[in-house]
Each structure stands twice: as structure tokens, then as C-alpha cells.
């Protein structure tokens, strides 16, 4: 290996794509988003600018997400964002290939991992590494997997919440549900269609779980102005909400994550179990940051939960740690090619 050859870790998600450089940080954070045009199939734009025209593109270009739950939906959509964001992670005057190293979700299968590596490859990967995304969200957050110590890490992104235990640098026990940030926006989408007659965007009930939000009732609630299309006379109108109406709305969605969480805690081997009563449970993810998850999880399991520092960017930090110190997570890596 050459001393030229630049390494990259890459959190490819179904919401967002991170890329972290080693010795210079996270140096692209974008929505993945791809926009195509229908008339001949070429990609148009790709993270922000895409996101951009979601819900707002005329027919002849398609913005969609190639990631669906995690996974790979669109497989040419998915090389050409990679090969995008490797272009520009490395800059135009790089001839350089990258070594890559790619989070994938606990429960994928082998063929949607092998999927990952060719795509890395055809966009321009030297060699791709794939890690499981809690073992990198431990290490993004700090915990000290390589210990003979049990580790909880509930990771939540987009598309998958990734529940794991984490001892001796590999995972003990682990679920992985396709309930997440994204399945709470349409939740909250379908109650308000179903609650005020009215047409919300992704976008919308996006901002919504955002701003006034909640995994629990709150005593002083907050509330929020939402336009939309009115389904009866078709015309633009605004309504206000409470956070107590959106705890209602997403609650089978957060009923189907805490349930993630206790399976993992039943299938946890006792002496581990212990450990997760006095270390806690690690939150980490963009949609862990719902306002007071860990404290749901604290009254449905008994055991403390907090929140990671950076939440979001957990994993990706993990993949610049995992590449600078590879001998050290090598056990945790899995397909070399």
C-alpha cells in the first residue's frame, strides 16, 4: 500500500451520507439524494441540490432515495452517488484510488453486503471494507469495545434502528428493525391527513418531529403552525399542533423500537446484562435525537439510556478511527476483496 493512497470512511445512509477523512475530519455531511431525469435516465444533481427538489420536481426528473431501509433499493442510483461523494471528498486533481471503509446495518444480508462492495468498487474504491454500523457507532462514541465488558448501542438513523451488544470488539447480540426516523415523518403524515383532512410533504412532517416532537407526553406542550393542501377543497391551508398529538401519532412506530431494545436485552447472557445496568444504554444517530427517547427507553426497560455526544456523526467518526487504527478492528471488519 502506498503511502499516496487516501482512505475514506463513508456512512452511507438512507437519510444522509457522511464522509470522514482521516486526519481531517467529517468533511461531507449530504441528504442521499439523487435526482434523475426520466427522459434519459442520467443523474442530474446529487445530495443537497437534490434534496432540494423532492416533492417539487416537474415530471421529467425523478429526486429519489437509493437507500431504502438501510439497504441498497437502487443499485446504479447508489454507484453514481458514491462515486460522487468520493469524487468530491477527494478533490478533482486526486488520481489516487481510496481505501473505503463502509457502515452497513447489523442485520444486513450477505448479498445486500456484497452489493455494498461492488458498488464501492465500480465507484472508484481501491478496497472497501465493510463494518457493522453499532461496532462503529461504539467506537464513534467512544466506548471501549475491545473490553470484556457488555456495551448497549441503540443506533437509530433513517431507515433502520440497529440495536446491539458490544463485548470483545464483536457484537454478542443484536437486532436490526426497518422502524425508523423515516417511518416516523409518515406517521406523522398519515395522522395529520387522517386528524385535519390536510396533505403534508416529507419535508413538512420532518420539521414537525423536529421542532415540537417528543417519545413522551409533555406537561407544557409545545406547538407549531403546518401548511398543507386541504384534501377536501384542494387549497392550500394552516393548522396548529401539539407535541401531545404528534406522541400519539408516532407511537406504534417508537412501541416497534422499544420493542427492538428489549429483545436484545432478553437475548443478552447475564453477565453482560450486568454490565448494560451499570453502563447504561448508548444512544447514537440522527433519529435518536427525538427529544426524550433515552427517557421512553429508561421507563420501558428500567435501564438508563443517554444520549451519545454528536449523535449523528457517531458512526462516521467511527470509520475515520476503524481506518487510522485498522490491526486494531480487524476482527470487527468483514469482507476484505
Given amino acids: 500500500m502506498s503511502m499516496f493512497t487516501p ?35 442520467k443523474v442530474l444533481a446529487v445530495g443537497i441540490e437534490a434534496k432540494e427538489m423532492i416533492g417539487r420536481t416537474p415530471d421529467a426528473i425523478r429526486a429519489y432515495r437509493p437507500m431504502r431501509d438501510g439497504v441498497i433499493a437502487d443499485y446504479r442510483v447508489t454507484e453514481a452517488m458514491l462515486r460522487y461523494y468520493i469524487s468530491k471528498a477527494l478533490g478533482k486533481w486526486n488520481i489516487w484510488k481510496p481505501e473505503v471503509m463502509v457502515s452497513v446495518p447489523a442485520g444486513v444480508t450477505s448479498t445486500e453486503r456484497r452489493a455494498v462492495v461492488e458498488a464501492a468498487m465500480k465507484a472508484g474504491a481501491k478496497n472497501a471494507y465493510i463494518v457493522k454500523e453499532p461496532i462503529l457507532a ?8 475491545q ?16 440495536v446491539a451488544v458490544i463485548s470483545l470488539g464483536g457484537i454478542v447480540a443484536s437486532t436490526s428493525v426497518k422502524c425508523a426516523g423515516d417511518r416516523i415523518d409518515h406517521a406523522i403524515a398519515d395522522y395529520i391527513k387522517k386528524s385535519f383532512n390536510l396533505a403534508i410533504g416529507e419535508k413538512t412532517a420532518e420539521d414537525i418531529k423536529i421542532k415540537i416532537g417528543s417519545a413522551v407526553p409533555l406537561e407544557e406542550e409545545k406547538t407549531m403552525a403546518i401548511k398543507g393542501r386541504d384534501f377536501v377543497s384542494g387549497l392550500p391551508r ?19 423500537m422499544v ?8 437475548d443478552t447472557p447475564p453477565e453482560l446484562s450486568a454490565d448494560i445496568i451499570d453502563h447504561g444504554i448508548i444512544m447514537t444517530g440522527g433519529s435518536s ?42 476482527k470487527s471488519i468483514i469482507a476484505k476483496r
Wanted: glycine fraction near 10%.
Fill in 7 to 41: 482512505k475514506l470512511g463513508i456512512d452511507l445512509g438512507t437519510a444522509n451520507t457522511l464522509v470522514f477523512k482521516p486526519g481531517k475530519g467529517i468533511i461531507l455531511n449530504e441528504p442521499s439524494v439523487v435526482a434523475v431525469s426520466e427522459t434519459d435516465n
Fill in 138 to 145: 461504539a467506537i464513534g462514541a467512544g466506548v471501549p469495545i
Fill in 147 to 162: 473490553e470484556a465488558h457488555g456495551h448497549m448501542i441503540v443506533d437509530i438513523g433513517g431507515g433502520t434502528t440497529d
Fill in 238 to 256: 394552516t393548522t396548529e399542533i401539539g407535541t401531545n398529538e404528534i406522541v400519539k401519532a408516532i407511537d406504534k412506530e417508537l412501541r416497534e
Fill in 259 to 266: 420493542k427492538a431494545v428489549k429483545t436484545v436485552l432478553q
Fill in 289 to 330: 435525537q427525538l427529544t426524550n427517547l433515552p427517557e421512553l427507553l429508561y421507563r420501558r426497560t428500567g435501564v438508563e439510556a443517554r444520549l451519545a455526544k454528536d449523535a449523528l456523526y457517531c458512526v462516521v467518526k467511527g470509520t475515520g478511527i476503524a481506518l487510522e487504527h485498522l490491526d486494531v478492528y480487524k
